[in-house]
């Protein structure tokens, strides 16, 4: 079955911490991955997306793939309070012949001050 | 403003009524997406519709349809409601990537549903 998984959290960092969101999919053929935060009782918004093999860096936010473990990831360095919200992960996957890009059930982040 | 606009905000409905719901995609997007995401949940895939036709469509019951609009705009319509159909709905705007690449979504502001 075509997957998306990730840890449901929460997951608690003292502030100014590096936070460490993980991701894994199932299908192979994916060519793209996002990572959105969604704030409680908003719509998710993009922050990060990754096409290659290694890290992609966007001020605090790193994104990491490695294609071949079929694993993305998600760093925050600095973690304030208001990167406290739910981190879903996002990938296209085939369930047919056609991508269907499908999401994580979404990590919680809660940094403390 | 070109963001993805839905239409309306928040919905309370009674079990076994029928509604519907809008979005107007981002400026330049010609696809338009519907999520259902429950409380504590990830956003879960519904249908997709591309050229006014539904291109795919997730495991969603034959009572959510949809429509789209010369001019990109969708709607989503729900029959026969269930409690369980109380959700957030999300409207997810983007370029066409049935055969090729997504370059991920713009999200609307979503529309909060509930059944009583």
């Known amino acids: 079955q075509k997957e998306v998984e990730q840890n449901s959290g929460p997951l608690s960092v003292p502030e100014g911490a590096i936070a460490s969101l993980n991701c894994t999919y199932s299908?192979?053929?994916?060519?793209?991955f996002f990572w959105y935060r969604q704030y409680s009782g908003k719509s998710p918004e993009l922050i990060m997306s990754i096409y290659s093999n290694g890290d992609k860096e966007d001020g605090r936010f790193t994104a990491q793939l490695n294609k071949a473990s079929q694993y993305v990831s998600l760093l925050i360095r600095d973690s304030q309070p208001s990167d406290s919200a739910t981190y879903l992960c996002?990938?296209?996957?085939?369930?047919?012949?056609?991508?269907?890009?499908?999401f994580g059930r979404g990590t919680s982040l809660i940094v403390h001050p | 403003d070109a963001g993805v606009t839905q239409s309306p905000t928040h919905l309370i409905k009674t079990r076994g009524q029928q509604v519907t719901l809008r979005c107007s995609p981002k400026s330049g997007h010609d696809t338009v997406s519907w999520y259902q995401q429950a409380l504590g949940q990830g956003p879960q895939f519904i249908f997709q519709?591309?050229?006014?036709?539904?291109?795919q469509r997730g495991n969603f019951p034959d009572r959510f349809s949809g429509h789209q609009f010369p001019n990109y705009s969708s709607e989503l319509n729900v029959n026969a409601l269930l409690l369980g159909d109380s959700a957030l709905y999300l409207c997810?705007?983007?370029?066409?990537?049935?055969?090729?690449?997504?370059?991920?979504?713009?999200f609307g502001s979503g529309t909060r549903l509930t059944v009583v």
């Open positions: 997810a705007s983007s370029l066409e990537f049935v055969q090729g690449p997504w370059n991920g979504y713009t």
């Open positions: 299908d192979r053929g994916s060519q793209s």
């Open positions: 996002a990938v296209p996957l085939r369930p047919g012949g056609s991508y269907i890009p499908t």
């Open positions: 519709y591309y050229e006014e036709e539904e291109r």
